[in-house]
């Protein structure tokens, strides 16, 4: 069975400090990881995905398979960031996501 | 990219009522997905909703709870029958993600049952 952990419910920082939130996760093959942000008052959004390698907003994320994990991390947190973040995985053929229980992000002033 | 619409996007309703919550998608998809989202919880997908077959449901969820139409590619309805307070929660209506897209999600219909 798939299932994403993120240990952290509630993270807070302060601004220009760095920020991981942590993801872990099980499945057998392959995964596509995900992480998906909630602003306030707005809907679910991707923020980045394994695949494209990308930096989203000065967020990275690395696949780490032997660890099964995918932390998400910004050297310098900023306000703007402060939002609900979910860990998601994705199994080779399937167009389900499996979320995570998510991280409230509250970066402070 | 996917603009979804959900409507109502909050309603409070008594006991042993129903709900139907519609989901409409701006391009036409093969599969349309349902999620509920509890009070401090994840998102817990409810089943899928394939255009021109029964919605495959998740463990824990059924069809007589949550019955779900899918009369075409761009349109979908959840209802959640016979409520009770337990049933308060967020429902989300998502579309993807395929290969090398995202999953794009609607604002989501919050529930509260009385």
């Known amino acids: 069975a798939q299932r994403v952990t993120q240990p952290e419910k509630l993270l807070s920082v302060f601004k220009g400090a760095p920020v991981e939130l942590k993801c872990n996760y099980s499945?057998?093959?392959?995964?596509?990881l995900f992480w998906y942000v909630q602003y306030s008052r707005q809907r679910l959004q991707l923020l980045l995905r394994?695949?494209s390698r990308e930096s989203i907003k000065g967020f990275t994320a690395d696949l780490n398979k032997g660890e099964t994990s995918f932390h998400l991390k910004k050297p310098f947190a900023q306000e703007e960031d402060s939002a609900m973040y979910y860990c998601?995985?994705?199994?080779?053929?399937?167009?389900?996501?499996?979320f995570g229980k998510g991280t409230k992000l509250t970066v402070n002033p | 990219s996917a603009v979804i619409s959900q409507k109502p996007s909050r309603d409070i309703c008594q006991r042993g009522t129903s709900l139907t919550i519609q989901c409409q998608v701006d391009?036409?998809?093969?599969?349309m997905f349902w999620y509920r989202q509890q009070p401090g919880q994840s998102l817990t997908l409810i089943a899928t909703?394939?255009?021109?077959?029964?919605?495959?449901?998740e463990s824990g969820f059924v069809i007589d709870k949550f019955p779900i139409s899918r009369p075409n590619l761009t349109f979908s309805t959840l209802t959640v029958s016979n409520m009770s307070p337990e049933d308060s929660s967020i429902y989300l209506c998502?579309?993807?993600?395929?290969?090398?897209?995202?999953?794009?999600f609607g604002q989501g219909t919050r529930l509260t049952v009385v």
């Open positions: 998502s579309v993807g993600p395929r290969v090398n897209t995202e999953a794009f």
């Open positions: 499945y057998s093959g392959s995964p596509e």
């Open positions: 394994h695949i």
């Open positions: 998601a995985l994705k199994a080779g053929g399937s167009e389900k996501l499996v």
């Open positions: 391009s036409q998809v093969t599969m």
């Open positions: 909703a394939n255009q021109g077959s029964e919605a495959t449901y």
